[in-house]
């Protein structure tokens, strides 16, 4: 047998292997979050919202909970068709305007009224467990709510503590799916925790830690996914934020001991053999 057959063959198993020993291992992603902050009144008493990249009516509905329909009737120049960057949007009045005197002879000094507190110190905590049909750990379009988990919300000193279902409805007005909402949830740290329905795997990471301030409305999505579905191999290739496949670094190892064995029986070949008196070579 060639021996020189063998070495080129042991060289490549060996580079072969230690390329597969060196993939590096990932870490499952976050669960999405999207926080938002309702505009405070200015001082002439006007809530303003400015149109944010990647707006629409519908997201801008549900940041600030002004419906479409009172949008579209305080700003008449607003086209749901094409939302413009940089727009301002009069979402309402949060006090009376700020008293501006007339000229004469004796002017009153004008006087600003105190900017109105919109809110009541509480904030607003929406989750969202999504059908993962692909298992991708990213909501998709096509992916609505999944009914029969259990989500929690605790504060971490212990002052507030609340589990509801979650559900899986569309909402008729959004046509999105309807999220879990926790409502009157003072502000603080709060760690959010989600059970998946039996029957369901998760996708995402089932436990996050949350700070709210008055005022604010923050949203959460966990996704799960059923047990009975198989993905196919091209569906899910290493991505940033995924799991890299074990058996890359087994098939590495293999490969690197055959590559030490077959060089090993290579060199053999190469020595006299005793019983020619070592001069002669096995055949």
Partial sequence: MNRRFFL???????????FGLTLPAQASPPPQLAQYSTPTPGPDGRIIYIVQEGDSCTSISLKTGVSIEL????????????????????????????????????PTPAIVPPTP??????TEVCILL??????????????????????SVTDVNGAYSNTQSTV??????????????????????????MAVPEGYNPTTDISYRLEVKAGDRAFLAFGAQSKTVQAAPEETPPTEGGTNIPWMGILGAVLLLGGVVMGWFALRLRKP???????????
Avoid: H, W
């Fill in 273 to 283: 053999s005793s019983k020619f008196g070592g001069r002669g070579m096995l055949k």
């Fill in 71 to 106: 949008l579209l009737g305080q700003n008449p120049t607003l086209n749901c068709d094409l939302v413009i960057v940089g727009q301002q949007l009069l979402l309402g009045l949060g006090g009376p305007a700020a008293y501006t005197p007339t000229a004469g002879p004796s």
């Fill in 130 to 151: 999504y059908d993962d049909i692909n298992g991708n750990a990213l909501r998709e379009e096509t992916e609505f709510g999944l009914a029969g988990g259990q989500v």
């Fill in 168 to 193: 899986s409805a569309i909402d008729p007005d959004t046509e999105d799916a309807v999220r879990t909402c926790f409502t009157d949830v003072p502000e603080g740290t709060f760690n959010i925790s």
């Fill in 117 to 122: 507190t919109p809110f009541a110190g509480t």
């Fill in 8 to 18: 080129t063959l042991g060289l490549v198993a060996v580079f072969v292997a230690f």
